[in-house]
């Protein structure tokens, strides 16, 4: 963790400093006037951490002492380490749950924190982890997420192998790259769902990570740089329909490439977990083999916290034939959480770790087989939470399920 | 420009190190800005006025005396911050100094079935432990506004009020026992009598209620013993709206002396508080609805609750009471937290632009006889005031009952205020302090209290906290000195430095 002097030397706010500012005082300043802190029970890291300076409070109130001249970004950078980007604080708010609606107002703490991460990096504070971990995806194109193992261009694919997909198209299938290197499984399974349902898509001809990880941890100019390559590969290929297996990738279609291009960006983005859903519910993908598992769903942070969308996976394991499904309710999962977001477990795996243990626990007193996810990224920590207890709780992806449930095969290529 | 600020020996930082570990003592700037301001008013112009020197994360009660022991070897302040919500300015500090955060000391130590209590650490919020009891179907009933935030050692710190306390008591009844860290370091355990779970004891003095709403300056809660209860089967919430205020109070009177035991909460809103969202075009806010409003809560088994319930519809009827629906009933019951501090929804500048404002709540405790005219007093205050300076704002005001298991006698007077931090200064919180001293000063000419559950520490208020207290205030401050000789912990709180000048020390040898 970097560290922050205690009495650093008055600087002049840059540039770019007065511009952040500028445009995230009124919403800070909402946080900051209320001080009611409802949200920090809600916060996966605070839950952990408890510390004040690791709260959305905290997130918040530090614009408001930087408007004032008393902190700088030198001394908060490491702060906005300590947040996952679940949304979780922003939709239990008071402001917004209350009164947002009526004042069209939802506290954007999420934006304050990629602003603020993204304000450090042009600052020249970097986080060591995070610098190391983005250089590798400018230099390789996608996230260095099986470590010491090259990730490459040449393999981006390679998830495919056997399957025979065509490259190009008017849709096509963006797989994130947790999901193209580490959970092969989970790809392989959404390609034999849509191929079973009859749904054309073809892959990209160069596929580079999204570019969203690089948007969460601040290196905005990589982000908007890799954004711009998908673009033009898929105009490139004619698509005009983009089809998302992970909820990371759908923000970063849906809020930061909006952002980056304007109306410009005239793509549709569909969340694979909606058209699946919406597939069984036309009779298009019928789940006749039953799957004799007890399981939990665990809210994908970015699809129930970020986008409200919590149906259409519980829809899809209602229609799963054998399952035994117990329910937690959405609203109750705003305080759940992998740790697996927004390069929390680069720079703090210990955190990641801690609030998974946790969130698997949470499942376990349901007394459970299995916890389902939407969310690539949370599977790898929470089957490292689970691996770690004596009652072996399987943790897969709802798509693996579905394409068991369909009879096809997921088996991941080796 | 940054404002440089104080640090404590260096030789005293590797101590509390040695304490607490390296990384629970704090020293960056972001880390003390962040401890500087609770839920309360505040003059954020001033800023660096109330940050900590340094501020430590301790784990357990040892660490805590450890800290407390070194804080009187080098003379340093001792502040304690539990959640930081409170509505007083108790975990404010105002010379520096330790700041003594116990977040990480959020452990669930035991819960008794067979002797009905749990035994936590002071970091433990109630809905945490309540929802820990589920399974045993129980629940610890302390229902503060920031019922989901506050902690528990917060709770005994500021001797807090509770929404539900007409039917299960306030933390001062639920607490049964606790162990505080000392002014010196010593740790002791208080309740009443000796055992950690007895209720009630003619054992010695007790001393449970004299650190009950310590406010820091008696030393830190580390562990208590708190009361559970079990789950009521049955919850019926129902609000009336009236015809104005005065019958609204006339009607909460009849309530509260009705004898239900299932009562937990009646109450009465003025409605004010929905002129600003009626002054814009908004459709589903019809302007009739904007009158005052009595509510109640009851609790218990369904047989209780559903002839309790019955009995007060129709009380409420006969007294013009006109029912507001289940539904709107069951909502307003349900976010009755949430709803605590909306700034966009209290704020206004005069020219109609809505602000954020923070929601100030002063919270005195006045007699039944005396509410009416108490609150003509502290709306002429509040409205003078905002005439005069743009950044504050009279809300609305709400009334409790105020004592435990029995509505009736006196009451909590709630009254708002909102305060546009942004735009403060000097002038300004000069006349808030002002502000704050005259509506203490009408609580105590009325047989009141300055604040039932909040704590009498903010600026102004305290001034007049002797004047409440009369000669017991003397036995405050010797009771102050006796246990904090050098004056450590949470010092300028509550008027209590006079307990060291020499005039009061000669007059006490």
Same mark, same amino acid.
């Given at each position: 963790?970097?560290?922050?002097?205690?009495?650093?030397?008055?600087?002049?706010?840059?540039?770019?400093?007065?511009?952040?500012?500028?445009?995230?005082?009124?919403?800070?300043?909402?946080?900051?006037?209320?001080?009611?802190?409802?949200?920090?029970?809600?916060?996966?890291?605070?839950?952990?951490?408890?510390?004040?300076?690791?709260?959305?409070?905290?997130?918040?109130?530090?614009?408001?002492?930087?408007?004032?001249?008393?902190?700088?970004?030198?001394?908060?950078?490491?702060?906005?380490?300590?947040?996952?980007?679940?949304?979780?604080?922003?939709?239990?708010?008071?402001?917004?749950?209350?009164?947002?609606?009526?004042?069209?107002?939802?506290?954007?703490?999420?934006?304050?924190?990629?602003?603020?991460?993204?304000?450090?990096?042009?600052?020249?504070?970097?986080?060591?982890?995070?610098?190391?971990?983005?250089?590798?995806?400018?230099?390789?194109?996608?996230?260095?997420?099986?470590?010491?193992?090259?990730?490459?261009?040449?393999?981006?694919?390679?998830?495919?192998?056997?399957?025979?997909?065509?490259?190009?198209?008017?849709?096509?299938?963006?797989?994130?790259?947790?999901?193209?290197?580490?959970?092969?499984?989970?790809?392989?399974?959404?390609?034999?769902?849509?191929?079973?349902?009859?749904?054309?898509?073809?892959?990209?001809?160069?596929?580079?990570?999204?570019?969203?990880?690089?948007?969460?941890?601040?290196?905005?100019?990589?982000?908007?740089?890799?954004?711009?390559?998908?673009?033009?590969?898929?105009?490139?290929?004619?698509?005009?329909?983009?089809?998302?297996?992970?909820?990371?990738?759908?923000?970063?279609?849906?809020?930061?490439?909006?952002?980056?291009?304007?109306?410009?960006?005239?793509?549709?983005?569909?969340?694979?977990?909606?058209?699946?859903?919406?597939?069984?519910?036309?009779?298009?993908?019928?789940?006749?083999?039953?799957?004799?598992?007890?399981?939990?769903?665990?809210?994908?942070?970015?699809?129930?916290?970020?986008?409200?969308?919590?149906?259409?996976?519980?829809?899809?394991?209602?229609?799963?034939?054998?399952?035994?499904?117990?329910?937690?309710?959405?609203?109750?999962?705003?305080?759940?959480?992998?740790?697996?977001?927004?390069?929390?477990?680069?720079?703090?795996?210990?955190?990641?770790?801690?609030?998974?243990?946790?969130?698997?626990?949470?499942?376990?007193?349901?007394?459970?087989?299995?916890?389902?996810?939407?969310?690539?990224?949370?599977?790898?920590?929470?089957?490292?939470?689970?691996?770690?207890?004596?009652?072996?709780?399987?943790?897969?992806?709802?798509?693996?399920?579905?394409?068991?449930?369909?009879?096809?095969?997921?088996?991941?290529?080796? | 420009?940054?404002?440089?600020?104080?640090?404590?020996?260096?030789?005293?930082?590797?101590?509390?190190?040695?304490?607490?570990?390296?990384?629970?003592?704090?020293?960056?700037?972001?880390?003390?800005?962040?401890?500087?301001?609770?839920?309360?008013?505040? =003059?954020?112009?001033?800023?660096?006025?109330?940050?900590?020197?340094?501020?430590?994360?301790?784990?357990?009660?040892?660490?805590?005396?450890?800290?407390?022991?070194?804080?009187?070897?080098?003379?340093?302040?001792?502040?304690?911050?539990?959640?930081?919500?409170?509505?007083?300015?108790?975990?404010?500090?105002?010379?520096?100094?330790?700041?003594?955060?116990?977040?990480?000391?959020?452990?669930?130590?035991?819960?008794?079935?067979?002797?009905?209590?749990?035994?936590?650490?002071?970091?433990?919020?109630?809905?945490?432990?309540?929802?820990?009891?589920?399974?045993?179907?129980?629940?610890? =009933?302390?229902?503060?506004?920031?019922?989901?935030?506050?902690?528990?050692?917060?709770?005994?710190?500021?001797?807090?009020?509770?929404?539900?306390?007409?039917?299960?008591?306030?933390?001062?009844?639920?607490?049964?026992?606790?162990?505080?860290?000392? =002014?010196?370091?010593?740790?002791?355990?208080?309740?009443?009598?000796?055992?950690?779970?007895?209720?009630?004891?003619?054992?010695?003095?007790?001393?449970?209620?004299?650190?009950?709403?310590?406010?820091?300056?008696?030393?830190?809660?580390?562990?208590?013993?708190?009361?559970?209860?079990?789950?009521?089967?049955?919850?019926?919430?129902?609000?009336?709206?009236?015809?104005?205020?005065?019958?609204?109070?006339?009607?909460?009177?009849?309530?509260?002396?009705?004898?239900?035991?299932?009562?937990?909460?009646?109450?009465?809103?003025?409605?004010?508080?929905?002129?600003?969202?009626?002054?814009?075009?908004?459709?589903?806010?019809?302007?009739?609805?904007?009158?005052?409003?009595?509510?109640?809560?009851?609790?218990?088994?369904?047989?209780?609750?559903?002839?309790?319930?019955?009995?007060?519809?129709?009380?409420?009827?006969?007294?013009?009471?006109?029912?507001?629906?289940?539904?709107?009933?069951?909502?307003?019951?349900?976010?009755?937290?949430?709803?605590?501090?909306?700034?966009?929804?209290?704020?206004?500048?005069?020219?109609?632009?809505?602000?954020?404002?923070?929601?100030?709540?002063?919270?005195?405790?006045?007699?039944?006889?005396?509410? =009416?005219?108490?609150?003509?007093?502290?709306?002429?205050?509040?409205?003078?005031?905002?005439?005069?300076?743009?950044?504050?704002?009279?809300?609305?005001?709400?009334?409790?009952?105020?004592?435990?298991?029995?509505?009736?006698?006196?009451?909590?007077?709630?009254?708002?205020?909102?305060?546009?931090?942004?735009?403060?200064?000097?002038?300004?919180?000069?006349?808030?302090?002002?502000?704050?001293?005259?509506?203490?000063?009408?609580?105590?000419?009325?047989?009141?209290?300055?604040?039932?559950?909040?704590?009498?520490?903010?600026?102004?208020?305290?001034?007049?906290?002797?004047?409440?207290?009369?000669?017991?205030?003397?036995?405050?401050?010797?009771?102050?000195?006796?246990?904090?000789?050098?004056?450590?912990?949470?010092?300028?709180?509550?008027?209590?430095?006079?307990?060291?000048?020499?005039?009061?020390?000669?007059?006490?040898?």
């Amino acid at each position: 963790m970097a560290t922050k002097p205690s009495n650093p030397e008055p600087s002049a706010s840059s540039e770019a400093e007065r511009e952040v500012l500028e445009k995230w005082s009124a919403a800070a300043n909402v946080c900051f006037s209320s001080g009611h802190k409802y949200c920090q029970p809600m916060c996966p890291v605070m839950q952990v951490t408890r510390n004040e300076n690791h709260s959305p409070t905290a997130f918040n109130a530090n614009v408001v002492a930087m408007e004032r001249g008393e902190l700088g970004i030198e001394d908060v950078a490491s702060d906005y380490v300590h947040c996952t980007q679940c949304g979780g604080c922003e939709i239990r708010c008071p402001n917004t749950l209350f009164t947002g609606d009526m004042y069209r107002f939802r506290l954007r703490t999420v934006d304050i924190v990629k602003a603020m991460r993204a304000l450090a990096v042009e600052s020249g504070i970097h986080q060591p982890a995070w610098e190391v971990w983005n250089r590798a995806t400018d230099e390789r194109k996608n996230e260095p997420v099986l470590g010491d193992l090259e990730v490459s261009q040449e393999r981006v694919a390679s998830w495919a192998d056997g399957l025979d997909l065509p490259i190009g198209g008017e849709t096509i299938l963006f797989c994130d790259c947790e999901a193209a290197f580490y959970r092969t499984s989970l790809p392989r399974s959404v390609a034999a769902i849509l191929s079973c349902a009859g749904v054309d898509f073809g892959l990209m001809r160069e596929q580079w990570c999204c570019g969203g990880p690089a948007a969460e941890m601040g290196y905005m100019e990589q982000a908007r740089r890799f954004a711009q390559h998908n673009v033009d590969d898929w105009r490139a290929s004619g698509a005009k329909r983009i089809l998302v297996l992970d909820p990371h990738d759908y923000i970063a279609f849906t809020e930061d490439y909006p952002r980056f291009f304007g109306n410009e960006f005239d793509f549709e983005i569909v969340l694979v977990v909606e058209l699946v859903a919406e597939l069984i519910r036309n009779g298009k993908l019928e789940l006749t083999q039953p799957v004799e598992r007890v399981v939990t769903y665990h809210d994908a942070c970015r699809l129930n916290k970020r986008k409200g969308i919590y149906e259409a996976p519980r829809e899809i394991l209602r229609a799963i034939p054998g399952l035994t499904f117990r329910d937690v309710d959405r609203v109750t999962q705003w305080a759940y959480c992998s740790g697996g977001g927004a390069g929390l477990p680069i720079e703090r795996p210990d955190l990641t770790a801690e609030i998974s243990r946790r969130r698997v626990e949470k499942a376990a007193e349901l007394e459970i087989d299995t916890l389902v996810s939407a969310c690539v990224w949370s599977e790898r920590y929470l089957a490292a939470a689970a691996s770690e207890r004596e009652d072996a709780i399987d943790v897969v992806d709802l798509m693996e399920l579905v394409a068991q449930a369909a009879g096809l095969s997921s088996d991941p290529v080796s | 420009m940054a404002t440089a600020l104080r640090s404590i020996p260096d030789a005293a930082l590797g101590e509390l190190r040695s304490i607490c570990g390296e990384a629970f003592v704090l020293t960056d700037r972001s880390a003390r800005f962040n401890r500087a301001r609770v839920s309360t008013a505040f =003059p954020v112009h001033r800023w660096a006025d109330f940050v900590p020197d340094v501020v430590v994360l301790p784990a357990t009660a040892a660490e805590v005396s450890d800290i407390v022991r070194l804080a009187n070897a080098w003379s340093l302040p001792v502040v304690p911050r539990a959640g930081g919500t409170g509505i007083s300015d108790g975990a404010r500090p105002l010379r520096g100094g330790i700041l003594v955060d116990i977040k990480r000391m959020d452990q669930i130590l035991e819960v008794d079935l067979a002797n009905r209590t749990a035994t936590v650490q002071p970091g433990v919020n109630m809905r945490v432990l309540t929802d820990y009891l589920r399974p045993f179907g129980l629940i610890y =009933p302390d229902q503060p506004g920031s019922y989901s935030q506050s902690l528990i050692g917060g709770r005994i710190g500021t001797n807090g009020w509770s929404m539900v306390g007409g039917r299960y008591g306030h933390p001062r009844d639920l607490v049964v026992s606790f162990e505080m860290v000392l =002014p010196t370091g010593d740790i002791v355990r208080v309740g009443d009598g000796g055992g950690k779970s007895i209720r009630k004891s003619s054992s010695g003095y007790q001393l449970k209620h004299l650190f009950m709403g310590h406010q820091g300056t008696l030393g830190i809660a580390t562990e208590a013993t708190v009361e559970v209860v079990t789950r009521p089967e049955c919850e019926l919430p129902a609000y009336f709206a009236v015809e104005d205020w005065m019958a609204g109070y006339r009607v909460l009177g009849t309530i509260a002396h009705e004898g239900v035991a299932t009562l937990s909460r009646v109450f009465l809103y003025d409605g004010w508080r929905l002129e600003y969202p009626l002054s814009e075009p908004l459709d589903f806010i019809s302007p009739g609805q904007a009158v005052p409003c009595v509510g109640f809560a009851l609790h218990g088994i369904e047989e209780e609750v559903r002839g309790a319930g019955k009995r007060l519809m129709r009380v409420l009827s006969q007294a013009g009471g006109r029912y507001l629906g289940d539904e709107v009933s069951r909502f307003e019951w349900a976010s009755r937290y949430d709803r605590y501090i909306q700034p966009l929804h209290l704020g206004r500048a005069r020219d109609g632009q809505v602000i954020p404002m923070y929601g100030h709540a002063q919270d005195a405790a006045i007699p039944y006889s005396e509410l =009416p005219t108490v609150r003509q007093k502290y709306e002429q205050i509040v409205r003078s005031l905002s005439e005069r300076h743009e950044v504050f704002l009279f809300e609305e005001t709400a009334v409790h009952p105020n004592g435990a298991f029995r509505a009736g006698g006196d009451y909590n007077m709630e009254l708002r205020v909102g305060i546009w931090e942004q735009r403060l200064n000097d002038e300004s919180w000069a006349a808030w302090v002002k502000a704050k001293r005259d509506l203490a000063i009408v609580a105590i000419e009325h047989g009141g209290s300055i604040s039932n559950g909040h704590g009498t520490v903010c600026d102004g208020e305290v001034d007049v906290l002797p004047l409440e207290l009369g000669h017991a205030f003397e036995v405050m401050k010797k009771i102050k000195r006796t246990l904090d000789p050098n004056n450590v912990m949470n010092p300028g709180k509550m008027g209590l430095d006079a307990a060291y000048e020499s005039e009061f020390r000669d007059d006490d040898t």
